[in-house]
């Protein structure tokens, strides 16, 4: 595996993170099975490993994604996790709590969560449109000079966000949606290339419900069969190529696909490969 810095935190990590979503929400295999996907993922070489409080099945089961990948990782303190507040689960919903006091017992919940003294990457999970977003990413600003957080990341924000929040702390990294069929953050994309901030495209074979189905597409499945890769090796090798702060962080549950995904950091695109992913779009 090869390795890249997240974005301002001159800390490498593996090219290929891995996103722990599918553990814990609809549809999650047992626990044995999602730890023996992350396990395969160590040994893949994967460091970077994303989480959120809210990766779970309802409000009441909140932490239940980070404490499987505590229990995983317990013997792994080298390995980096970037989890995430400032969503709830009321009744399996996604519903936004930005509230200063929200975030930081939400912090609080994931320190114990994750069994770890600080929090490498810190994202907040999507603005608040209730709460002002200066409030949010100051309650964030607290916590890091609190010692509780190392970096500030932001999830599901424009660019006047990200703006807004970088005059206020550091932010280290952006996770927008971003994969060959979906490129709606492309302005945010090209403010982090501008200032050195990582961009964790999520949902980079085109979300759960979807990642199966990518060799339904004629270029994806030409390009794959002409490589002998998988058509999801070719969507995230096209990720890595398509800018040098991109981390992509394919979710998964099960050991094969997160192995099978972590070989796209051996594999190089051709300019023509390229140009027809990049049509795609
Ligand atoms: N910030 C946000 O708002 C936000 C939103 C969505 C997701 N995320 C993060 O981004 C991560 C990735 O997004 P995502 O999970 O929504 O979608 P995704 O990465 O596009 O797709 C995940 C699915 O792909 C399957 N898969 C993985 N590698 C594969 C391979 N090589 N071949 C075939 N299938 C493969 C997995 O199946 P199995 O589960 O069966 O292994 C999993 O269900 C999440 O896990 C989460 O950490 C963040």
């Not at 990948?69 to 519903?95: D, F, I, M, S």
Request: net charge negative; hydrophobic share 45%.
């Amino acid at each position: 595996m090869k390795n890249r810095v997240l974005g301002t935190t001159g800390v490498s990590v593996g090219e290929i993170g891995m996103g722990c979503m599918p553990i814990s929400v609809h549809g999650r295999p047992s626990e044995e099975t999602g730890i023996e996907a992350i396990n395969a993922a160590l040994e893949a070489g994967i460091t970077l490993f994303d989480t959120a409080d809210s990766y779970c099945l309802e409000t009441a089961e909140m932490g239940h994604n980070e404490q499987v990948l505590a229990k995983a990782l317990k013997n792994h303190p080298e390995a980096y996790v970037a989890t995430k507040g400032g969503l709830l689960r009321p009744e399996g919903q996604w519903e936004t709590d930005g509230r200063p006091q929200r975030l930081r017992e939400a912090c609080e919940a994931s320190l114990k969560a994750l069994d770890r003294d600080d929090i490498f990457l810190y994202q907040f999970h999507h603005p608040d449109l209730k709460v002002n977003f200066a409030d949010s990413i100051g309650a964030l600003a607290d916590l890091q000079r609190a010692g509780k957080i190392v970096h500030i990341g932001l999830s599901n924000v424009t660019v006047e966000e990200l703006d807004e929040a970088l005059s206020i702390v550091p932010i280290v990294s952006v996770q927008n949606r971003m994969n060959v069929f979906d490129r709606s953050s492309a302005a945010v994309l090209r403010r982090c290339e501008e200032l050195g901030i990582a961009f964790l495209p999520y949902s980079p074979l085109n979300g759960m419900g979807q990642a199966g189905k990518l060799g339904d597409n004629k270029v994806l499945a030409a390009i794959a069969a002409e490589n002998s890769l998988s058509p999801q090796q070719v969507a995230l090798a096209w990720l890595l190529q398509h800018s040098p702060v991109i981390l992509p962080i394919p979710g998964a549950s099960r050991a094969k696909n997160i192995v099978n995904s972590a070989g796209a950091s051996a594999v190089t695109l051709s300019a023509a490969d390229i140009e027809q992913l990049n049509a795609i779009a």
